[in-house]
């Protein structure tokens, strides 16, 4: 890869950009090398002719360095999910099960996937609550014999010292089995 300089339109009489030169194929392209820097003209990465505090500036406002800054980084090494899947077989209160142990002081869950496997003859609503039985995190409708995926990108929350419980609102003709996953960090 040799470096170029491109003169680019409207004016293209002088003012220039630094370009990467490849060839592909039979064509020559060209490709935009920059490199940060900041309002003194400081560097911002390691490679960059001069490195100075204009680096640690950015890392120190933007935050991209540290255990987290990649999501799906952060989303495995906090990946929260029950042992096994749970089998409701009674309706509503009575057939309440928990989704795991209580979430621990100083932590929050939350709870971004059930998969519901409903082998009964009626529909059912499966509902996620936590365990005061006040506050529902969601209702699903599942139809009879069927399977259903539900998910939320930022999850549903269970609040430190709370346990996550399930329930289904239907189980005649066969049991209704739940699976779910989600992330458990420290709260911020």
């Known amino acids: 890869m040799a470096e170029a300089v491109v003169q680019l339109p409207p004016d293209g009489i002088g003012k220039m950009i630094r370009a990467v030169e490849l060839v592909v194929g039979v064509n020559t392209v060209y490709m935009e090398g920059s490199v940060p820097y900041d309002e003194d003209g400081v560097g911002l990465y390691d490679d960059a002719p001069v490195v100075g505090a204009g680096r640690q500036a950015l890392l120190d406002t933007v935050g991209l360095e540290g255990e987290h800054t990649n999501p799906e980084k952060y989303l495995h090494d906090n990946h929260w999910e ?17 989704l795991g142990a209580a979430v621990a002081v100083g932590v929050v869950r939350r709870i971004r996937e ?75």
């Open 114 to 188: 059930i998969t519901i496997r409903h082998a009964g003859t009626n529909n059912t609503v499966v509902t996620l609550l936590d365990e005061t039985g006040g506050n529902i995190k969601a209702s699903i409708n599942v139809p009879a014999q069927t399977t259903r995926v539900w998910s939320s990108q930022d999850g549903r929350l269970i609040a430190a010292t709370l346990q996550p419980v399930i329930q289904t609102s239907d189980v005649t003709g066969g049991s209704t089995f739940v699976s779910a996953s989600g992330v458990e960090a420290a709260q911020t």
């Open 82 to 98: 029950p042992d096994a899947e749970i089998p409701i077989v009674a309706a509503g209160a009575p057939g309440e099960l928990s």
